[in-house]
């Protein structure tokens, strides 16, 4: 199968090796990926804080770079941004060439272990880790996408790991994108019940299929000096050992 | 500007209002495609299995435990003077409020006790309990269903600290459903659901039970003959 | 100041403040973990959920796309009941006609039972204003009357208050001895209001559902306060948003499953009264007259768009309350509006102008868990969306209510900018490379502590998230920059 990845520019940026993770993973599971270089970002931030015209000029590039590929699909690491891509029709209220197109790119596009699981029919990729593993439900994974067996399916199936299931797993971490720094208190405070509940579950390691939930989880348990490491789920798909 | 002005012009600026701002949805409704428009009446009652006479009136028994309202399934009209007599003597009840069911009327006469009709207002926030019957009543949640066409039970049902309600098993069904589709609301100008005590959990969601309306609540059913 | 004068304008402050509240925490954490267990528990007792919710917003939808004729078809029906109806435009217009009628019967005191649409127009205060004492019924109500303030919640309006709170206040304003004793203090209430129960000669009601089929409004309740302020009394004047109308009796089974369960877990109230009109025989008991107020006050102009419409398929249930991360936090008080959480950030700012509650849509992580748990499946994360292209740019195709807002101007430009630098991968990867220049400043072991003082002025988010969380560093390479080196290596 080919399969054109759409890193999302967090991996990018902040944790490339997220993105290196995903090609092994789905190179292990036997897709041949390409990298499109002119991509960049989904235009997410500026949807959610209701900048659409800069939106829809994301969404306009992204569909042209990726509509032409003979890829079969665009595979990205992340639940949100892949939940942007199926809400780009509602950016072409009154364009119906556009509208359709973005709905022909979005039945294209797949957040990694829902592609795995329903796509491919994958759930053991032979990945090898020692962790004490809990697993958090991103919102948009979880509510736009329906993501929540696919990754307890593969993460369970990591040879070593030890996987158990934190109270409120599926409520937000409150990260919110521009919410995290407009309402930062809010946002703390949601976190802390968050972080509460990690601790309470034992678990050594988080993991999400969201870099940007990662990170606002990580911030926090570095802050409190918590020796809770966070993970992405290619992270830890892609170990071997 | 007189107040029939008012309200004439009131009126007509709301539903030029409704119509202009409908009209204007018109082109956005067209994009999507808009969830599935069903005609009300096309909406079918919600799959009821058949259920026999003797499922729904154990129904309404284990419900109207589960609510802790004390009840008593009894075979004839003297039993169920009976069991109010059980029930007067314990509470130790002086005043006794009643509507003007005929039922009602045979079965407190049959107990003996003294009881009092269309009672005034002092009479009804002084009374210790109030005696009905009910028209209706649903099984799966252990509801009496009252209506005013039938009977005078707005408030005997409601201001003593007690009520007792006396019913036929007949009058027994087994959904909300059914209700709402035998039930004429302009015959019963008022339809009164009863499930269970009056209650709050306005103080940290905590449960406490008769707050306005009676505060204890005991069924009498009998079997239809 | 009291946060019940708090405004949707001051959000950021009013959440400041709610925040650094220990005693409201432990409210808010105990109405969140209550409600989810028992919302859990109930949705069990029904078959199909998920087909109830469909169903029910189908019947939302129908009767919404046709409004007039359903409101003409209601008001018709209950007029030929005996029911007297009048129309108000607005919240001033409404409290007129409530007043007057009032007045009318020479009544000094009306009791009330608990209407969120009363407290939408401000109702008691213009009671007061006209010499006419209002007093609420309903426990909830009446407690956070008692202290002076305005309902946190739609459905538990003190849940904003600890026991410890409530006894305090009875002390104070009832005169009992100190007790914690949830029993003990629901009985002193109760015994109190039988007492202006007894007397009263006018009550004032709001309405759940108005039936078009037959012109009768349903009223749902548990402790029995409005079948009390609808029996006992001569006059019943009822106040409904015109939103509340469905077509058919029918419907009602449809409702009665999802609301209760929604709104406190439960399978059924204690209590539902179908009033059509008034008695048909003048001995009966009950009110000689009885007086429905269909109000506006901005609920039509929703109808302009799909995805404001659905703000009034609202069945007031609570629950996107109750399962909102952000009311967690910060409570009802908050938002400084009539009605709080995920349903008033998005029906405030509609009701009373964008430009006075602005903050609001953006007072939310679109979790989506408020969606989640709508009977109706009012897609609340669209509707905030919705407002915030309109406060930010004017337009999200079709707006509801025009304003003309002033953008801010740093942020507008920040996205303007990021919109022009990010389509060209050039400027995007020199982004990059500044970016890791300029942490230099601020990073320490590969992670950003609080950066404060200057640098958070200068970028205001980088110091909003510092404050709380340490922040990641831009990876020396990043991903495309390995892809290459890896490309290259192949060769």
Redesign the interface.
């Known amino acids: 199968m080919k399969v054109a990845l759409f890193v999302t520019c967090l991996v990018d940026q902040l944790c490339p090796n997220v993105g290196m993770a995903t090609v092994e993973v789905l190179e292990r599971s036997g897709c041949e990926v390409t990298f499109d270089e002119r991509q960049t970002c989904c235009g997410q931030p500026a949807f959610n804080t209701g900048y659409r015209n800069e939106a829809k000029k994301f969404a306009k590039r992204f569909i042209k770079i990726f509509e032409n590929s003979d890829m079969d699909a665009i595979v990205s690491p992340s639940g949100s941004c892949t939940a942007m891509v199926k809400h780009f029709h509602e950016l072409f209220p009154d364009e119906a060439k556009w509208r359709e197109r973005a709905e022909n790119i979005a039945a294209k596009t797949h957040e990694l272990s829902g592609f795995l699981v329903n796509v491919l029919g994958v759930d053991d990729v032979g990945a090898v880790s020692d962790c004490k593993m809990t697993w958090h439900d991103a919102c948009h994974g979880l509510r736009d996408l329906g993501i929540h067996d696919e990754p307890r399916r593969l993460l369970k199936n990591v040879k070593g790991i030890e996987f158990v299931e934190m109270e409120n797993a599926d409520v937000c971490c409150g990260f919110g994108g521009t919410f995290s720094v407009k309402y930062p208190e809010i946002s703390a405070g949601i976190l802390d019940n968050k972080i509460e509940m990690i601790e309470k579950s034992g678990a050594d390691t988080v993991v999400a299929c969201d870099a940007s939930c990662l990170m606002q989880i990580a911030g926090r348990l570095s802050r409190i000096g918590s020796r809770v490491q966070t993970k992405h789920i290619a992270e830890i798909l892609a170990s071997r050992e | 500007m007189t107040l029939d002005n008012a309200h004439s012009d009131a009126r007509s600026a709301i539903f030029a209002s409704i119509r202009d701002n409908l009209a204007a949805s018109a082109s956005f409704d067209a994009i999507r495609n808009e969830h599935h428009v069903h005609a009300a009446s096309e909406l079918a009652l919600t799959g009821s299995t058949i259920r026999d006479r003797a499922e729904v009136i154990n129904g309404f028994r284990e419900n109207l435990k589960l609510l802790g309202a004390k009840c008593a399934f009894v075979e004839n009209e003297p039993e169920a003077a009976d069991r109010l007599s059980e029930i007067v003597n314990v509470l130790n009840a002086k005043k006794i409020v009643i509507s003007d069911s005929e039922l009602v009327h045979r079965i407190v006469n049959a107990s003996g006790f003294d009881a009092v009709q269309d009672a005034s207002r002092e009479e009804l926030f002084a009374s210790d309990i109030g005696v009905t019957s009910a028209q209706w009543a649903i099984a799966e949640t252990g509801t009496l269903v009252l209506g005013s066409g039938a009977e005078r039970h707005r408030l005997v049902s409601l201001v003593p600290p007690v009520h007792v309600c006396i019913l036929l098993t007949g009058s027994i069904r087994q959904s909300m459903a059914e209700i709402l589709e035998i039930a004429d609301p302009d015959a019963n100008r008022t339809i009164t659901f009863i499930t269970g005590a009056s209650r709050t959990s306005d103080i940290e969601l905590t449960l406490a039970i008769g707050v306005h309306g009676p505060g204890e609540l005991h069924v009498i059913v009998i079997k239809d003959q | 100041m009291s946060m019940t004068h708090a405004t949707p304008e001051t959000f950021?402050r009013n959440?400041?403040r709610a925040?650094a509240d220990p005693i409201l925490h432990r409210?808010l954490r105990?109405?969140a973990d209550?409600f989810v267990v028992r919302r859990r528990n109930v949705i069990l007792s029904v078959?199909?959920w998920q087909?109830?919710r469909?169903?029910a917003?189908?019947?939302k939808?129908?009767t919404l796309?046709r409004?007039?004729k359903y409101?003409e078809q209601f008001t018709e029906n209950a007029a030929k009941?005996g029911t007297t109806i009048?129309?108000?435009?607005d919240g001033k217009?409404a409290c007129e006609i409530i007043v007057?009628l009032v007045r009318a019967t020479n009544a000094k005191m009306v009791v009330k039972a608990k209407s969120m649409t009363g407290e939408e127009i401000l109702l008691n205060e213009a009671l007061e204003e006209a010499g006419i004492e209002p007093v609420e019924?309903?426990?909830?109500e009446w407690?956070i009357q008692l202290a002076g303030e305005t309902p946190s919640h739609i459905v538990?309006?003190?849940?904003h208050?600890?026991?410890q709170q409530?006894a305090e206040l009875f002390v104070e304003k009832v005169g009992i001895d100190k007790t914690e004793n949830?029993?003990v203090?629901?009985?002193t209430?109760?015994k109190i209001?039988?007492e202006r129960?007894?007397e009263a000669e006018v009550g004032i009601s709001g309405v759940n559902f108005g039936?078009a089929e037959?012109g009768?409004i349903l009223i749902l309740e548990?402790?029995?306060?409005i079948?009390?302020t609808t029996?006992?009394t001569k006059t019943h004047i009822a106040i409904m948003g015109?939103e509340k109308v469905?077509?058919?009796?029918?419907?009602?089974?449809?409702f009665?499953?999802l609301l209760p369960r929604s709104g406190?877990g439960q399978?059924?109230?204690?209590?539902?009264?179908?009033?059509?009109?008034?008695?048909?025989d003048a001995e009966?008991?009950?009110p000689d007259e009885f007086h429905v107020v269909?109000l506006?006050n901005g609920r039509?102009?929703?109808?302009?768009?799909?995805?404001t419409?659905q703000s009034l398929a609202c069945i007031r249930c609570g629950a996107c309350l109750n399962a909102c991360?952000?009311y967690?936090?910060?409570g009802g008080h908050a938002y400084g509006s009539v009605y709080p959480g995920p349903i008033g950030a998005v029906i405030t700012p509609q009701l009373i102008g964008l430009s006075k509650a602005k903050q609001l849509p953006?007072?939310?992580?679109?979790?989506?868990?408020c969606?989640?748990v709508c009977p109706v499946?009012i897609d609340i994360p669209e509707l905030l969306?919705h407002l915030?292209?309109?406060?930010?740019?004017g337009?999200?195709?079709?707006t509801t209510v025009k304003a003309r807002l002033k953008p801010k101007f740093a942020?507008?430009l920040a996205?303007?900018m990021?919109?022009l630098a990010?389509?060209k991968?050039a400027w995007?990867e020199f982004g990059?490379k500044v970016?890791r220049l300029m942490q230099r400043l601020v990073a320490r072991d590969g992670?950003i502590?609080n950066v404060g003082g200057l640098i958070s002025r200068l970028v205001?988010?980088l110091g909003?998230?510092t404050?709380?969380?340490?922040?990641?560093?831009?990876?020396p390479?990043?991903?495309?920059?390995?892809?290459?080196d890896k490309e290259n290596d192949a060769r």
């Open positions: 950021d959440a400041r925040l409210a105990n109405l209550n078959d199909d087909g109830l469909e169903r917003r189908s019947i939808e129908e796309l409004l007039d409101l009941a009048h129309w108000a435009r217009e007057a019924t309903d426990l909830g407690i538990v309006p003190a849940i208050k600890t026991k409530i949830v029993d203090l629901t009985q209430a109760r209001l039988r129960f007894a039936v037959t009768t548990n402790e029995g306060n079948r009390m029996s006992l015109i469905i077509p058919q009796l029918a419907d009602l089974d449809v009665l499953k406190t399978r059924l109230t204690a209590y539902q009264s179908l009033i059509t009109g008034l008695k048909k009966d008991i009950g269909m506006d039509s102009r929703m109808l302009a768009h799909r995805v419409r991360p952000v967690q936090q910060v953006y007072a939310s992580s679109l979790c989506g868990a969606r989640e499946k969306l915030r292209a309109e406060i930010t740019e337009s999200a195709g079709g942020e507008s996205f303007k990021y919109g990010w389509s991968p995007y990059a970016s992670k502590g205001p988010p909003a998230w404050a709380w969380r340490d922040a990641p560093v831009v990876a390479k990043s991903f495309r920059e390995m892809w290459r």
